[in-house]
C-alpha cells in the first residue's frame, strides 16, 4: 500500500493548529542508582505502589519498593541508557496492554508491542496488568469441558473451562506438546487462546509459532513472549500481562484459554528481582511472596456468574520440575493453587508412551463436570483410572514370573491394550466422540484379539469406518452427548461387523 | 524532598541520619533562644570554611584522627567565634564519628527550620537569570497561591529556550517552551496515529 504524503501532512498541521497548551505538571524523583534492571529513586515522595514511572529515554519503569528514602524501580525495557541523576517522572498511571480482537494472531511483547513484523495493534482499549480476581459472587462451579483432543487427558483429567490444570514434569516430557495440542483443537471452539512463553529458548517459541500456523491455530492465538534474554521484570510481567489480555475476553462473555511456560520460569524471575531489590530471601531464596504471585495469577482464572455473562478464563500453567522433584518448593506452591495436575515421566516417555502421563498421580479435581455424559459413563472413561491403576499392580506382580490363571492373563491383556490405545502422537487431536468410541470399544473387549502391535492401527481404521460406513450412528452420539442403552448395542453391533472384514497388515 | 539543583550526589543514608541530628540541634538552639542564628552559622561554616578549606573538611570526616584530636582541633578553630550550642554540637557529632554528615545536616536543618515558620523552598528554573522585579513578582505570586513564604532560588537552563519551570518539593510545574514542543510534537504524532487507523483507506494513494 502506498500513503498519501499530502494527506499525512494535512492531518499533522490541523492537529498543531488546534494544540492547547497545558502546563505540565509532573512528580519527579533522581535516579540513585541503576542497574541489573533495576533503579533506585530519591524523591517521587507522593508515588504508589506499582505506578509507572518514566525515564528520559522514554523506557518505563514500575515503583516496586518504597522505601523511607527511595523507591525501588523495576525497569522494563534497556536499562543501559539510563544515568544516575537522571529526572524519573511519575506517570500516575498502572501498566496496562493493549488488548481486544486486534491481539489475535500476534505475538507481542509483555507490553503489548508488536514482535511479528504485522505493524502497530490496532487497538485503543487497554486493561490493567494486575486485577483483582472476581470474588465468590462473580463465579459459578465450572461446568463445560474444555476439550484437549488428547484421549488419556479427556478420558481420565478432563479439564473445564474455568479450570487451572497444571501441566508438571521434567524437562523433555512433552509439557508444551500437550498445551500446543491443546490450543490446535479448540480451531472450532471458539475459544480464544493466549500461548505466554517466559523465559524459553526464542528458537523453540518460533518453532512453536510455526507449528501453530501450520494448524491454523494462530487465528484465534496470541503469543506473549518474555524470553532468555528478556530483561526479568519483563518475564515476571509476561503472565500477568497475557491474562489482562485474555480476560478482556472473559469478561465480554467469551471463553479464553491460556498457557503460561512456564511459571517455574517467572518465580526465577521474580527472585532475581527480590533479591536485586534486597527484599529477604525465604525458602530456596524465593522472595516471602513467591505464593501471593502465583496465587493472584491464576485466582484470576474463572467461570464467571451468568450475570457476568458466564464468560470463562482456563489457564493450564506448566511447572519444569529437576528429577521428578515435585516436592520442591514452586511445584508445591503450584500444586496447591491449581485444580488438579498432568503429571508427565520421562521413563513412560522413553518407553514410548506418549503423552507421558502417569496416570495414578495425574488429578483434576473439577472431575465428571468437565466430561461430556458419552465420555463420563462407567462402560466409558468412567472407571478407566481404576482399571489402570489395578492393570500396573497386576503387571508388576506378573513381573515376578509366577504361572497366571487365564483370567489374570486376560486382564493383563486388555491393559495392554488400553495403554497402548491412549498412545497419541503430536498435533493431533481426536474428537471427542471417536475418543469415547475407541474407549468404549476397547473396554468392551473389541481389542482383546488385535495383537498389540496393531492396536493403533486397528483404531485408526476403525475409526475411519464409523465415520464413512456408521455415519448415521456417530452423529447421532455426537449430537446427544450420551450413549444410552440402544446407541450401546448399535455400536457393539458395528464392532462386530467391522471386525469381520478387518485383518491386521501383515508385517 | 530532593533538591534539583543539589550538587554533591543523593546519599539517602546521610540524609537520614541528618535529619535526625538538625532535629536535635534546632531543640537545644530554640532552648537556647537562638534557633535562626545557629542555623545561619552552620550554614556560614559549610560555605565560608568548610567549602574554602578543604584539608580541614577531611580532617574532620577522616575517621583515622581521634575524637581528642578532633575536639581540640575544633576548640582551637571556633572556640569564642561561635555560639556555645554550635560548638558543642560539634563535639558531640565528632564524639559520634558523624562529622561526615555536616553538610547533611545543615541541609536539614535548613528545611526544617524553613517548614517551622512556615517557609517552602521554591525552585525556578528559566532560560535567562531573571531580573530582580521580576522576581519579587514571582515570590508575591507563589507566596499568595501556596499560602506560604516563599525562599527563591533560582537556576539557569538555556535549552529550556524559554517559560518558567517551578519546582515545589518533588511536585515540577514545567511551562517551559522545550517541554511543550515536546508534547506538542507528541500530541500531533498520537492524534495523526489514531485517526489513520480509524481511516486507513483515506490516506492511502489508490495504485
Known amino acids: 500500500m502506498k500513503f498519501n504524503a499530502g494527506e499525512i501532512a494535512s492531518v499533522i498541521e490541523q492537529e498543531i493548529t488546534h494544540y492547547e497548551s497545558q502546563l505540565d505538571v509532573r512528580e519527579v524523583g533522581t535516579v540513585l542508582e ?78 503489548g508491542n508488536p514482535l511479528d513484523g504485522k505493524g502497530p495493534v490496532n487497538t485503543s482499549e487497554r486493561r490493567a496488568v494486575e486485577m483483582i480476581a472476581p470474588g465468590i459472587a462473580g463465579r459459578q462451579p465450572v461446568r463445560e469441558p474444555l476439550q484437549t483432543g488428547i484421549k488419556a487427558i479427556d478420558a481420565m483429567t478432563p479439564i473445564g473451562r474455568g479450570q487451572r490444570e497444571l501441566i508438571i514434569g521434567d524437562r523433555k516430557t512433552g509439557k508444551t ?28 517459541v518460533a518453532n512453536t509459532i510455526r507449528v501453530l500456523q501450520e494448524h491454523g491455530a494462530m487465528e484465534y492465538t496470541t503469543v506473549i513472549l518474555a524470553g532468555a534474554s528478556a530483561p526479568a521484570p519483563l518475564q515476571f510481567y509476561a503472565a500477568y500481562a ?14 479464553a484459554l491460556i498457557v503460561y511456560d512456564d511459571l517455574s520460569k517467572q518465580a526465577q524471575a521474580y527472585r532475581e528481582l527480590s533479591l536485586l531489590m534486597r527484599r529477604p530471601p525465604g525458602r530456596e531464596a524465593y522472595p516471602g511472596d513467591v505464593f501471593y504471585a502465583h496465587s493472584r495469577l ?24 529437576l528429577e521428578g522433584e515435585v516436592s520442591a518448593y514452586i511445584p508445591t506452591n503450584v500444586i496447591s493453587i491449581t485444580d488438579g495436575q498432568i503429571y508427565l515421566q520421562p521413563d513412560l516417555f522413553f518407553k514410548g508412551v506418549r503423552p507421558a502421563m502417569n496416570v495414578g498421580i495425574s488429578v483434576s479435581r473439577v472431575g465428571g463436570a468437565a466430561q461430556i455424559k458419552a465420555m463420563k459413563d462407567r462402560e466409558v472413561a468412567g472407571g478407566l483410572r481404576l482399571a489402570l491403576a489395578a492393570f500396573r499392580e497386576l503387571e508388576a506382580f506378573a513381573q515376578l514370573g509366577t504361572d497366571l490363571d487365564a483370567a489374570t492373563q486376560a486382564r493383563l491383556d486388555r491393559g495392554y491394550r488400553m495403554v497402548e490405545l491412549l498412545k497419541q502422537s503430536q498435533y493431533q487431536p481426536m474428537e471427542v466422540v471417536d475418543q469415547a468410541i475407541a474407549i468404549f470399544a476397547a473396554n468392551k473387549g473389541g481389542l482383546d484379539d488385535v495383537p498389540v502391535t ?8 476403525f475409526l475411519q469406518y464409523m465415520r464413512d460406513v456408521k455415519g448415521q450412528l456417530r452423529s447421532t452420539i455426537a449430537e446427544k452427548k450420551e450413549l444410552p442403552a440402544d446407541l450401546k448395542e448399535q455400536l457393539l453391533a458395528a464392532i462386530t461387523e467391522f471386525k469381520r472384514g478387518w485383518k491386521p497388515a501383515a508385517k | 524532598m530532593a533538591d534539583a539543583s543539589q550538587s554533591t550526589t543523593i546519599d539517602p543514608r546521610r540524609q537520614q541520619i541528618g535529619a ?18 545557629v542555623v545561619e552559622e552552620l550554614q556560614s561554616l559549610i560555605v565560608d570554611v568548610l567549602d574554602k578549606l578543604p584539608q580541614l573538611q577531611a580532617a574532620l570526616s577522616s575517621p583515622r584522627i581521634g ?8 576548640d582551637r578553630a571556633f572556640s569564642g567565634r561561635m555560639s556555645d550550642v554550635l560548638l558543642r554540637f560539634l563535639k558531640v557529632l565528632s564524639q559520634h564519628g558523624r562529622l561526615d554528615c555536616l553538610r547533611a545536616i545543615a541541609a ?35 507566596s499568595a497561591l501556596l499560602g506560604q513564604e516563599v525562599v527563591l532560588k533560582a537556576q539557569l537552563d538555556a535549552e529550556m529556550v524559554g517559560g518558567l519551570v517551578v519546582r515545589i518539593g518533588d511536585t515540577v510545574f514545567d511551562g517551559s517552551v522545550s517541554s511543550r514542543l515536546v508534547q506538542m510534537r507528541q500530541a500531533a504524532v498520537d492524534k495523526a496515529a489514531t485517526r489513520f487507523r480509524q481511516s486507513l483507506e483515506r490516506f492511502a494513494v489508490s495504485s
Open chain 1, 298 to 321: 491464576l485466582e484470576r482464572s474463572v467461570k464467571l456468574s451468568n450475570e457476568l455473562g458466564g464468560g470463562s478464563l482456563t489457564s493450564l500453567p506448566i511447572i519444569e520440575t
Open chain 1, 177 to 204: 506438546t500437550i498445551a500446543i495440542d491443546t490450543i490446535i483443537n479448540q480451531k472450532h471452539s471458539g475459544v480464544k487462546c493466549f500461548y505466554v512463553a517466559i523465559g524459553l529458548k526464542e528458537s523453540s
Open chain 2, 108 to 142: 536539614a536543618a535548613q528545611k526544617q527550620l524553613n517548614e517551622l515558620q512556615g517557609r517552602v523552598e521554591v525552585w525556578v528554573t528559566t532560560a535567562a537569570p531573571l531580573s530582580n522585579p521580576l522576581r519579587e513578582l514571582i515570590v508575591k505570586r507563589l
Open chain 2, 20 to 37: 535526625v541530628y538538625a532535629k536535635a540541634l534546632l531543640g537545644a538552639a530554640e532552648k537556647a533562644g537562638q534557633t535562626d542564628a
Open chain 1, 34 to 111: 541503576v542497574g541489573d534492571g533495576i533503579a533506585r529513586v530519591y524523591g517521587l515522595s507522593g508515588c504508589m505502589s506499582g505506578e509507572m514511572v518514566q525515564f528520559p529515554s522514554g523506557v518505563i519503569g514500575v515503583a516496586f519498593n518504597l522505601e523511607e528514602n527511595s523507591v525501588g524501580v523495576i525497569i522494563l525495557g534497556g536499562y543501559l541508557e539510563i544515568e544516575e541523576g537522571d529526572e524519573v517522572k511519575a506517570l500516575g498511571r498502572l501498566l496496562s496492554v493493549p488488548v481486544g480482537e486486534a491481539v489475535i494472531g500476534r505475538v507481542l511483547d509483555p507490553l
Open chain 2, 67 to 74: 575524637h581528642e584530636e578532633k575536639a581540640a582541633l575544633i
Open chain 1, 454 to 461: 496393531q492396536v493403533s492401527a486397528f483404531e485408526k481404521a
Open chain 1, 242 to 255: 497475557g491474562t489482562a489480555m485474555a480476560e478482556h475476553f472473559t469478561y465480554g462473555g467469551q471463553h
